[in-house]
């Protein structure tokens, strides 16, 4: 049986290829070889570009999600055939292997007579009979257009009308009812149908309408094969074509019988030397299932099965996976043939801003790390790995444009190269830019003197070497006039793959200097007090680190540390201590010391470490999952006052989902429970600005920030639960932050100087507006609530 | 302060003579035990009659006092001798201001007392105060903060405008029972005194009636409504406190400063950084391997690495 099989299987290709070039074709005609491969390219093209439609559209939304301005493509060439119809053009070459010798082939999803649609005009001739009675095709008359009321397919076997357009049948018409068609047009569709290898025999006849229209009736008997007990799949991508052998039509009854012995033996082998497929059992349990019900193999009933393996496939993202043919027809055992996609080769390509193929900067190695093995030559090709290409070489940040194209191999018969395209980013770069701002001057107008010039410059120069190294640097500044007053900067140098770049493990060097100023939330008055005037905190030290990445989330740094940490007030004059308001109005400047050297300049030097272990993920938009960090800043007493400390916080906060939901795109999230802990704690030296505050959007919501109290060690616990409701989220939340009574062991005692309590509590909820929450928090020290709106996430 | 020449307690002779017999057999029996000084601090909120009872317990006015007015900022110390016998009472600005405890007051209060050995606080208030309200016991919280527990060892509650009616139903005695017992309470949980502690050396309460209009008795000495003579009553209350076998507070600058809290625990640093390697940060990072293996992954992956065998 399967060499007729083999015969038909090339038979279908060429049909294939005849199609998309619009020639005539004749049935089993034999072909040339290299036509399959025409053949396989066609139908892989048009299978894979379904797939990548959609692949495209998830590549723009991941890069719209990544926040990046990078546009990713994959895209793919125009497919050879031109959709007819609007209909199927993911087609893919069936065959099956006739009862008696005599097989049939077909090409089941394959559009056929593109110009069934070219003569389609509103004018139509009458059939000029008497209603109601039937005529057959060759009594119809060659000149003139019928117009074709209604189609129906007559089961001769059953004798019951094959109702349901849905039907594989309809598919392949080209025929439409209230379509106008000659003579000759009907006779070929006809044979297009006899020939598709569905049909033992089928035939045509009209049947005349009183309003001059045709109603056509096409009786038929279904080809079947013996009935199959059990299901194979085999994948046989890649597998060396057969030799084609002729059967003598003068072969005597004898040599015919082993002729086919050997053809079986021959197939046999194949079947040896094919790989495993990846079909689930479960679905191989479902076509058992069904080929026991259906009992004889009907042509419909391997469409059915053909249609169901090709949509797991490519439902698990499998998007070049096809079924090429059915094998060992009218035996015990069906076998299913599927070319899964393998790859053969895959190729970088480096693009320049005129799409022409050009050598890259980056080194492969740097790109070969970002590649998934399962891209690898050997592997099938599956969307769901293209797509971590895509994420991964976004993560990059070194390409504008990233593709990745898979394409039949044309050398290797079912094997497909994978190519990757990528536009690199511009190496360097530079910025200016300027800006105006006005200060309120006298009376709080501005005036021409309040004019400020400010401006930022930057440079960058990424991709150094094309082993990803960069440096960038920024200087920022409100008022050029004065630059000296708010000059910001930032100087930063990463160094990544410090272990090799062919090393797996991954870890990224890092040099900064900067500094910054920041609003000192332990100077800042409880609940009530009167304004306490603001301590600055000013940094500028540099910064080198080791970041070892252990997966995308979780992440090791360590590193050093070393700052000069200065304290001013608001006229930006050094200050040494806290100072508050007194009742009477004066001031007391025996507040709290700002520095470890009371002198209001610190410097100092310690390491630091951190640790990340992120779980956390995406379950349908909501996160889901764990997440836990231990930061350590380790005193090494070189500064002033040799401070010495150990400073320490853990953090765990779990996302628990409430409710088992579905995965996927378009379902609802589930209910999430969040809980969260802090504890901090400092041992040794301890300067006011790296007192641990309690109260703030990120400690203890409805509190501000600071506000009730700066301590030594530190306890918050909150819980948060999430409700989806429709698009977004509302959620309830209730947070405690506690000094553990350390606040008295912050020197100058803060808390009680500015009159905080050292704990609190807050209870409240919210609803999420895009990036902005908007959430009522009751604060329980004072019984009182407040609208806030934040942006971002709290955990 | 401390160079103040200690004048002749000339005061005590305005006393009436009972008074003053009480007073000097008190003075004697404090000498008996070797103490020939004896400092005395007053503490308590503003207005409650901290200056009227060292002018009292005096007989002169040492302090200005005045009805409407606090007095100044600074505390004060008058120093008298009688046979002998040195008698220090150290006056103090009220603790509060704002309706919070005044903190500058308590520093400056610190600074004065600094070398001064103090035998005993008379933690002063009123006994027509109704309420004892987180105010109090804020009070207390500092005063124990400022000089530690011990403080309340050598300590007496003094309450002031003793000659009061009680509100209706209720009789003096019982009045002043529970005035004391609340204030006492507090004081208790405020500088966290346990039971067991408070056994060893229970606050004494006194009472107190500065006020001209102050009843008195046939031999002229003021009197409570229950007909004691209060002066030698408080005197004698002191000497019993100061009997009771604790030691007087030396004011050092270990003391008003506290314990450095930067310098605590600084030794055993190298200890807990390398609890934290081993144990938290190697913790973590296990827990993060585990993770990669335990990691779930997609269905295409495992059915890449051969591991699905076609069960998904």
């Given amino acids: 049986m399967s060499f007729f099989a083999k015969n038909q299987l090339l038979g279908a290709q060429i049909k294939t290829a005849a199609v998309a070039s619009s020639s005539p074709r004749r049935r089993r005609s034999p072909a040339p070889s290299d036509d399959r491969s025409l053949a396989l390219k066609t139908s892989v093209w048009g299978a894979c570009k379904k797939s990548l439609a959609v692949f495209s559209i998830s590549a723009a939304s991941f890069a719209a999600a990544g926040g990046g301005g990078f546009v990713l493509l994959a895209s793919s060439p125009p497919p050879p055939v031109p959709p007819i119809d609007g209909g199927g053009c993911g087609g893919g070459g069936g065959w099956f292997g006739g009862s008696d010798g005599g097989g049939f082939w077909s090409n089941l999803?394959?559009?056929?007579?593109?110009?069934?649609?070219?003569?389609?005009?509103?004018?139509?001739?009458?059939?000029?009979?008497?209603?109601?009675?039937?005529?057959?095709?060759?009594?119809?008359?060659?000149?003139?257009?019928?117009?074709?009321s209604d189609i129906f397919f007559f089961d001769k076997r059953r004798s019951t009308i094959v109702s349901g357009s849905e039907d594989s049948f309809f598919e392949m018409m080209t025929l439409r009812p209230g379509g106008v068609y000659t003579k000759a047009q009907l006779q070929k569709e006809l044979e297009n149908?006899?020939?598709?290898?569905?049909?033992?025999?089928?035939?045509?006849?009209?049947?005349?309408?009183?309003?001059?229209?045709?109603?056509?009736?096409?009786?038929?008997?279904?080809s079947t094969w013996m009935s199959a007990e059990s299901f194979r799949c085999i994948n046989v991508g890649l597998l060396p074509q057969t030799k084609v052998m002729e059967m003598d039509a003068d072969m005597t009854e004898k040599e015919r019988l082993e002729f086919m012995r050997a053809q079986d033996r021959e197939y046999k082998k194949r079947i040896d030397?094919?790989?495993?497929?990846?079909?689930?059992?479960?679905?191989?349990?479902?076509?058992?299932r069904m080929l026991n019900e259906k009992g004889k193999l009907s042509a419909r009933t391997l469409q059915t099965i053909r249609d169901r393996?090709?949509?797991?496939?490519?439902?698990?993202?499998?998007?070049?996976?096809?079924?090429?043919?059915?094998?060992?027809?009218?035996t015990r055992e069906l076998v299913c043939e599927v070319v899964e996609g393998d790859i053969t080769q895959l190729d970088v390509q480096f693009l320049d801003k005129l799409g022409n193929t050009t050598e890259g900067n980056t080194q492969l190695a740097v790109i070969r790390r970002e590649l998934p093995t399962q891209l690898r030559p050997g592997h099938v090709f599956n969307m769901e790995a293209g797509k971590q290409v895509l994420r991964n070489m976004n993560s990059l940040g070194l390409f504008s444009n990233i593709e990745l194209n898979p394409r039949p191999d044309e050398k290797n018969d079912g094997g497909i190269i994978v190519e990757v395209k990528l536009r690199e980013m511009d190496q360097k770069s530079a910025e200016v830019s300027t800006e105006w701002s006005f200060v309120p001057g006298h009376n709080g107008w501005p005036t021409l003197a309040s004019i400020q010039p400010g401006g930022t410059v930057s440079l960058d120069h990424r991709n150094i070497k094309g082993l990803n190294r960069s440096i960038s640097c920024s200087m920022a500044s409100g008022n050029l006039l004065n630059p000296q007053d708010d000059l910001s900067f930032k100087l930063d140098y990463a160094h990544p793959y410090l272990d090799g770049v062919t090393n797996p493990r991954n870890r990224t060097f890092r040099v900064s200097c900067f500094n910054s100023r920041k609003l000192s939330p332990v100077f800042t008055g409880g609940p009530g007090a009167e304004e306490v005037p603001p301590v600055w905190i000013d940094r500028m030290g540099m910064k080198a680190n080791v970041t070892e990445n252990f997966t995308q989330q979780s992440k090791f740094t360590y590193g050093l540390v070393m700052e000069e940490i200065t304290t001013r007030d608001e006229t930006s004059t050094v200050c040494t201590h806290g100072v508050r308001a007194l009742p009477v109005g004066g001031l007391s400047i025996d507040g709290p010391p700002t520095t470890l050297s009371g002198t209001g300049t610190d410097r100092m030097a310690f390491a630091q470490a951190n640790i990340t272990r992120d779980k956390t993920r995406f379950l349908n938009g909501a996160i889901v999952g764990e997440r836990d960090v231990f930061q350590l800043d380790q005193g090494l007493g070189i500064g002033s006052n040799f401070p010495f400390f150990n400073r320490h916080q853990l953090t765990l906060t779990r996302f628990v989902p409430l409710k088992q939901v579905e995965e996927g795109t378009g379902k609802s999230p589930p209910p999430v429970l969040v809980l969260h802990g802090h504890y901090g704690g400092c041992v040794g030296d301890l300067p006011s600005y790296d007192a641990f505050t309690l109260g703030g959007p990120y400690s203890v919501r409805g509190y501000n920030m600071g506000e009730l109290g700066a301590c030594r060690n530190i306890l918050e616990v909150a819980a948060e639960l999430r409700i989806p409701v429709r698009n977004t989220q509302v959620y309830f939340f209730a947070e405690h932050g506690n000094d553990l009574g350390s606040s008295k062991d912050v020197k100058g005692n803060p808390t009680e100087f500015f009159r905080r309590i050292g704990h609190g509590s807050s209870y409240g909820g919210g609803i999420k507006l895009g990036m902005v929450r908007a959430e009522y928090a009751v604060d329980h020290n004072s019984g009182t609530g407040a609208v806030f709106f934040r942006f971002g996430e709290r955990f | 302060m401390a160079a103040q020449i200690a004048r002749e307690w000339s005061g005590i002779q305005q006393f009436p003579v009972a008074t003053q017999n009480k007073l000097h057999e008190l003075l004697g029996k404090l000498k008996l035990e070797n103490v020939s000084t004896l400092t005395i601090?007053?503490?308590?909120?503003?207005g409650v009659g901290k200056s009227s009872t060292v002018n009292s317990i005096l007989g002169e006015r040492v302090a200005t006092v005045n009805a409407f007015q606090s007095e100044g900022l600074r505390p004060m110390m008058c120093s008298r001798t009688r046979a002998g016998f040195t008698l220090n009472i150290i006056d103090t600005p009220g603790l509060v201001e704002g309706g919070y405890v005044n903190e500058q007051a308590i520093e400056i209060i610190k600074r004065f007392l600094l070398n001064k050995i103090i035998d005993v606080l008379l933690y002063v208030d009123r006994l027509?105060?109704?309420?004892?309200?987180?105010?109090?016991?804020?009070?207390?919280?500092?005063?124990?903060?400022?000089?530690?527990?011990?403080?309340?060892?050598?300590?007496?509650?003094?309450?002031?405008?003793?000659?009061?009616?009680?509100?209706?139903?209720l009789n003096y005695d019982e009045f002043f029972n529970k005035r004391s017992e609340t204030l006492l309470k507090c004081i208790r949980s405020g500088a966290r005194i346990n039971k067991q502690e408070f056994e060893d050396f229970p606050i004494h309460v006194a009472l107190v009636e500065n006020s001209g209009r102050c009843n008195t008795n046939a031999d002229g000495e003021k009197i409570l409504p229950g007909g004691t003579a209060w002066i030698p009553q408080l005197v004698e209350v002191i000497t019993t406190v100061i009997a009771n076998g604790s030691k007087p507070i030396m004011v050092d600058q270990k003391l008003i400063e506290g314990p450095n809290p930067n310098e605590r625990g600084k030794f055993f640093i190298p200890l807990i950084l390398a609890f934290q390697y081993f144990f938290i940060i190697k913790g973590i990072q296990r827990a993060i391997k585990r993770d990669i293996e335990t990691e779930s992954r997609p269905a295409w992956e495992l059915r890449d690495m051969g591991l699905a065998e076609g069960r998904f």
């Fill in chain 1, 273 to 288: 030397r094919s790989r495993p497929c990846l079909l689930s059992d479960d679905v191989k349990k479902e076509i058992v």
């Fill in chain 2, 128 to 169: 027509d105060a109704y309420r004892v309200d987180s105010l109090d016991k804020q009070i207390i919280k500092a005063i124990t903060d400022t000089f530690g527990k011990r403080i309340w060892q050598r300590s007496l509650v003094v309450l002031t405008h003793a000659q009061l009616s009680p509100p209706d139903g």
């Fill in chain 1, 109 to 148: 999803l394959s559009p056929l007579a593109a110009h069934a649609k070219e003569d389609e005009r509103p004018e139509w001739d009458s059939h000029g009979l008497p209603a109601n009675i039937v005529v057959q095709l060759n009594k119809l008359s060659g000149l003139k257009r019928y117009k074709i």
């Fill in chain 1, 309 to 330: 393996v090709q949509k797991w496939y490519h439902d698990e993202g499998y998007a070049c996976a096809q079924v090429v043919n059915f094998g060992n027809l009218n």
């Fill in chain 1, 193 to 222: 149908l006899a020939s598709s290898g569905m049909f033992e025999k089928v035939d045509l006849e009209g049947k005349t309408k009183p309003d001059g229209t045709l109603a056509i009736t096409m009786p038929f008997t279904e």
């Fill in chain 2, 41 to 46: 601090l007053l503490m308590g909120k503003g």
